[in-house]
């Protein structure tokens, strides 16, 4: 069975500071990986996803993520955070066949302070 | 970008009672809808998937006959929560998954937060 652990459940920041988000996920298959952001009130959005080649996968907003299978990591970051960054941000898993069926971590709470 | 529309957005109902949510894709078709709940401080989890003209598909532990899906049309999918008690009082969201012919996206709603007294 898949599943995926977001290590921080929330990570408080300085505006334009650098930021990590961890996501560990186990799988005995080949996965398909991505990071959505929750705005407050709003829907869950793609932030970027992996699903194969290159393991430095670039996303909107400035965020990117690396898919480490050794460490079956696949953490997001950014190098400057600004206050419109202030989310909550899951990792999700799924398997080789279809993108639809997501894991979901618990989220992390990113808060951007001025 | 595409868009997908819960409603509604929350709901305070009486134990006992029916509540049903509508999941709506507002400029696309979605053969596939999924069907998500969260309890504070946890994961998003799976209920069920629902494709349309067809039986929804539920995860195991989630009891079919008291959350019933429909997906009648290609924009439409819906979860009635039935006699609700308080115990099914989360956060309720959707996702409709967009087709082309090279890739599959996940479009998801605002979510309901149900609250059972």
């Known amino acids: 069975a898949q599943s995926v652990t977001q290590l921080d459940s929330q990570v408080p920041v300085f505006e334009e500071a650098p930021v990590e988000l961890r996501c560990n996920y186990s799988?005995?298959?080949?996965?398909?990986l991505f990071w959505y952001v929750q705005y407050p009130n709003q829907g869950l959005q793609l932030l970027l996803k992996?699903?194969?080649?290159?393991?430095l996968v670039k996303g909107i907003n400035g965020f990117e993520a690396e898919f480490n299978k050794s460490q079956t990591s696949f953490h997001l970051r950014k190098p400057s955070v600004h206050i419109s960054d202030t989310a909550e941000y899951f990792c999700?898993?799924?398997?080789?066949?279809?993108?639809?069926?997501?894991?979901f971590g618990k989220g992390t709470k990113l808060s951007v302070k001025p | 970008g595409a868009v997908v529309s819960q409603h509604p957005s929350w709901v305070i109902c009486k134990s006992g009672t029916s509540v049903k949510i509508e999941c709506r894709s507002l400029?696309?078709?979605?053969?596939?809808m999924f069907w998500y709940r969260q309890f504070p401080k946890q994961s998003l989890m799976l209920m069920a998937t629902?494709?349309?003209?067809?039986?929804?598909?539920?995860e195991q532990g989630v009891e079919k006959d008291k959350f019933l899906i429909n997906h009648a049309s290609l924009t439409l999918s819906t979860l009635t929560v039935t006699s609700a008690h308080p115990e099914d009082s989360s956060f309720y969201i959707c996702?409709?998954?967009?087709?082309?012919?090279?890739?599959?996206?996940?479009?998801f709603g605002s979510g309901t937060q149900l609250s059972v007294l």
């Open positions: 400029d696309f078709q979605a053969t596939t």
């Open positions: 992996y699903l194969s080649g290159s393991t």
């Open positions: 996702s409709a998954a967009h087709r082309d012919a090279t890739n599959e996206k996940l479009f």
């Open positions: 629902s494709n349309e003209g067809s039986k929804a598909t539920y």
């Open positions: 999700a898993v799924s398997d080789g066949g279809s993108q639809g069926n997501l894991i």
């Open positions: 799988s005995s298959v080949s996965v398909y």
